[in-house]
């Protein structure tokens, strides 16, 4: 996975926390929870009970109606290793930027003045 690493924008780390998925695609409506597995400045991971499409805008929640940020869906593979199946989703940040709150980001999550 040497590509994926060169790839990275940002260092990602483990994070937990449930959130809601909502769709902001008019005609692809839904509201999943979820929970966040992993967080960078430039996106996220999140485990969803199903797969979310493709490059579909959404926000994600901390619960119904408080915002944490925009995001892209970019992709949703399955987790095998689950007895429950759920999805491991990657999205990208609308905006880049420790929307997370992290007290002590990693370093290159500091975007230069």
Known sequence: MPNDVERRRSQRI????????LSLHPYSTFIERCEL???SSHGCQLLAPRPLPRLTRVRLNRRTRVAITVAQ???STPVESMAVKMWRVGLELETPGNVWGITQPPPDWVTPS
Request: aromatic share 14%; proline share 14%; hydrophobic share 55%.
């Open 14 to 21: 483990p994070f937990s926390l449930p959130v809601y998925a």
């Open 37 to 39: 597995v992993e967080i």
């Open 73 to 75: 869906v970019m992709r």
